[in-house]
């Protein structure tokens, strides 16, 4: 059964930063595209980051750029986002997803399974 874990959010005050896993099972996350989505209410969900198998080439929004980074430790099967100099319009809740096909690009991925969200909070 093909799941995904997220978790590491929690309360911080803007500067502060925090680290989220995704933590994979039933598959073998460096032949899968992994993206980050952030969901804030009255907002449509938003593609933070995202990581490509393989090369393990990236994508940010531009509001992230600069401040986080996303990684993959293929031992642990975990993707991380190390979110830094965090800001309260960081606020939401955080999501990772996957294509169920392998090696496929961040802009034509097609997200079909998700974990469950990890809060992360924000405040000034």
């Known amino acids: 059964d093909v799941q995904l874990q997220a978790f590491g959010g929690g309360l911080v005050q803007a500067w502060e930063s925090l680290r989220l896993s995704c933590a994979a099972s039933?598959?073998?996350?460096?032949?899968?595209?992994i993206g980050w989505f952030r969901q804030t209410p009255g907002k449509e969900r938003e593609a933070v980051s995202c990581?490509?198998?393989?090369?393990?080439?990236?994508y940010y929004s531009d509001s992230a750029k600069g401040r986080f980074t996303i990684s993959r430790d293929n031992a642990k099967n975990t993707v991380y986002l190390q979110m830094n100099s965090l800001k309260p319009e960081d606020t939401g809740v955080y999501y990772c997803?996957?294509?169920?096909?392998?090696?496929?690009?961040?802009?034509?991925?097609?997200?079909?399974?998700w974990g469950q969200g990890t809060q992360v909070t924000v405040s000034s």
């Open positions: 997803a996957t294509d169920v096909r392998t090696y496929t690009a961040c802009a034509r991925a097609d997200f079909g399974v």
């Open positions: 039933g598959l073998v996350l460096d032949d899968y595209v």
């Open positions: 990581i490509v198998a393989g090369d393990g080439a990236t």
